[in-house]
């Protein structure tokens, strides 16, 4: 009989125990005065008003931002955000934070950047004659044009970017930037305009430094045409390509340039202490204080400046440097120039 009395006694206990434990699954529980219903808040880069929280409270509802370019305002059931415009190329968030009876309740908010988008950095014009060029354009704020040259209009509508070069009588090329600004964000297209025969092609005297003291310089007569620049000094034909976009004569390690008795000479573009060279070697075509042209040829790659030219001599036509046979000449910080008469 006792043994069965210490039985219901358990059962008892274990329903209370039950008992009180349904009645407290979770001591924590708290229904929130703030509910929101509703939001609103992705933004394009340009500056608007237009973001929205919709929202039901118990109470009087405070709200803030996370951060000094987006503000919030309070009116009836709702929170009308703005933003300013994004000035950068990289999308940013903040949050919008309500609070009423020590309840709160965050809300994300994202806003793009600026996208601008074009095939090219820069337009060119390749005659001398009143011509227009232009290239997609996609943007999602509204550039103006704040700086051009005199003699090119630039026109930003239906997609396309467009310049309107006037005739070039200046008897040479001419290169310039165009500067575009919405708002704070700044961005830049170049322009220009050449004829290849009259303006690049002809003759210039090539300048170098006879070595790494830079105290010693030898000038030559220095022909370009099509496709090389003929070094009338050494009998050598320097292979060139031109970029066209950045008006640039451009080099290449390993191009024939002639013989020299049994010898064959290539280049190979350096450093100056002749510890590294590079596949490629730029001189861009530009003016003086005086309005002459200038080439100076310059290329960096990984933190080393590269701007000597090395004729070396091989002893085979193919580009071997193992057939090194010592080199020809060494061109340090070399540079064609042109006077331009006006």
């Not at 394009?44 to 951060?67: L, M, P, W, Y």
């Not at 933003?83 to 934070?97: F, G, P």
Request: glycine content about 6%; charged content about 20%.
């Amino acid at each position: 009989m006792k043994k069965i009395f210490n039985i219901m006694m358990c059962l008892v206990v274990a329903a209370f125990v039950a008992s009180c434990s349904d009645d407290n699954d979770n001591p924590y529980a708290h229904t929130s005065s703030i509910v929101v219903t509703n939001t609103n808040l992705f933004f394009e880069a340009t500056a608007s008003d237009a973001g929205r929280i919709v929202f039901t409270a118990n109470g009087n509802v405070t709200v803030s931002t996370s951060a000094a370019w987006a503000k919030a305002e309070i009116k009836n059931d709702s929170v009308f955000v703005s933003v300013e415009q994004n000035d950068t190329r990289y999308s940013r968030s903040a949050s919008v934070v309500l609070r009423a009876n020590g309840d709160s309740a965050v809300v994300a908010l994202v806003q793009k950047g600026v996208t601008l988008r074009m095939p090219t950095t820069s337009l060119v014009a390749k005659t001398n004659d009143a011509t227009s060029v232009s290239c997609d354009y996609e943007s999602n704020v509204d550039m103006q044009i704040v700086q051009q040259p005199e003699w090119a209009k630039v026109t930003i509508a239906d997609g396309k970017l467009k310049v309107d070069f006037k005739a070039n009588n200046t008897g040479t090329f001419r290169r310039d930037v165009v500067i575009m600004r919405s708002e704070n964000f700044v961005d830049s297209i170049y322009v220009g305009q050449y004829d290849f025969e009259t303006d690049i092609k002809g003759k210039y005297k090539l300048t170098y430094y006879r070595d790494t003291t830079y105290t010693t310089t030898r000038t030559l007569t220095a022909t370009v045409k099509d496709s090389t620049i003929t070094l009338s000094g050494m009998n050598l034909n320097l292979p060139y390509t031109f970029d066209e976009q950045t008006m640039s004569f451009v080099l290449e390690t390993g191009s024939y340039a002639g013989k020299s008795g049994s010898d064959y000479i290539f280049t190979l573009l350096l450093d100056e202490k002749k510890e590294y060279n590079c596949n490629s070697m730029s001189g861009q075509l530009s003016h003086d204080a005086d309005g002459n042209v200038v080439v100076p040829f310059r290329s960096v790659y990984g933190g080393i400046e590269f701007s000597t030219i090395g004729l070396v001599k091989l002893t085979d036509n193919t580009f071997d440097i193992t057939k090194l046979n010592g080199y020809y000449q060494t061109l340090y910080r070399p540079i064609l120039t042109r006077v331009v008469t006006k």
